[in-house]
């Protein structure tokens, strides 16, 4: 079964002070890495898709990493308007696409 | 292009009652599925559903159902509703399925159970 493990639970940052989160995940053989966003109340909203180790995808502060066994979002130079629930997901051959998700990073950037 | 919307948004319920819940995809996307988010257990994969067949089913009891339409919504439906059952419970869309494609979620619907 799939497995998904995000650190750490919470961060707290000052506005410009860079971090990442980190991804670690045990999958039967990758089909997909997800990045999303989530503010209180609402739906995740899409960030990224990693498909293979070694890539990278980067939108804006935020860039992400995957390697076989992490993945990591790089957030470069925060304001309080990145604050959120950054949640990751993995999909399988073996889940039937099914998305796996870690219980997610809450982020607060203070200004 | 709107995205997916879930009805109703908020849904309160007494114990033993069962709940029917929305959720219209994005147009033109076939697949949909559903999950359910609570604090302790965070996001959970109850179903998805492409060409109004059930794909693929997760570790719910068979309380959880649901179904799709020819033009692609989709409910689900709870019934004998337990305190447990309080959460969000958030649909999502994809253009297909059987191959690698992102997932487009909703809003939502905030489901309490009492």
């Known amino acids: 079964e799939d497995q998904v493990t995000q650190s750490p639970e919470a961060l707290r940052l000052q506005e410009g002070e860079s971090s990442s989160l980190n991804c670690s995940y045990t999958?039967?053989?990758?089909?997909?890495l997800f990045w999303y966003r989530q503010d209180p109340g609402k739906g995740p909203e899409f960030l990224f898709t990693l498909y293979s180790a070694g890539e990278e995808k980067e939108k804006e502060r935020l860039k992400a990493t995957l390697t076989k066994k992490e993945s990591f979002l790089h957030i470069t130079a925060p304001k309080p308007e990145d604050s959120a629930t950054y949640l990751c997901a993995v999909t399988s051959g073996g889940s039937n696409y099914k998305l796996t998700f870690g219980k997610g990073t809450l982020l607060t950037v203070n200004p | 292009k709107a995205g997916v919307t879930q009805t109703p948004r908020y849904l309160i319920k007494t114990r033993g009652q069962q709940v029917t819940l929305s959720c219209s995809p994005i147009?033109?996307?076939?697949?949909v599925s559903w999950y359910q988010q609570t604090p302790g257990q965070g996001l959970q994969f109850l179903f998805e559903?492409?060409?109004?067949?059930?794909?693929n089913k997760g570790n719910f009891p068979g309380r959880f159902s649901g179904r799709q339409f020819s033009n692609s919504r989709s409910e689900m439906n709870v019934s004998t509703l337990e305190l447990g059952d309080s959460a969000l419970y958030l649909c999502a869309s994809s253009p297909k399925t059987g191959a690698i494609s992102t997932q487009y979620f909703g809003p939502g619907t905030r489901l309490t159970v009492l």
């Open positions: 559903y492409f060409s109004e067949t059930q794909r």
């Open positions: 999958v039967s053989g990758l089909r997909g």
């Open positions: 147009s033109g996307h076939r697949s």
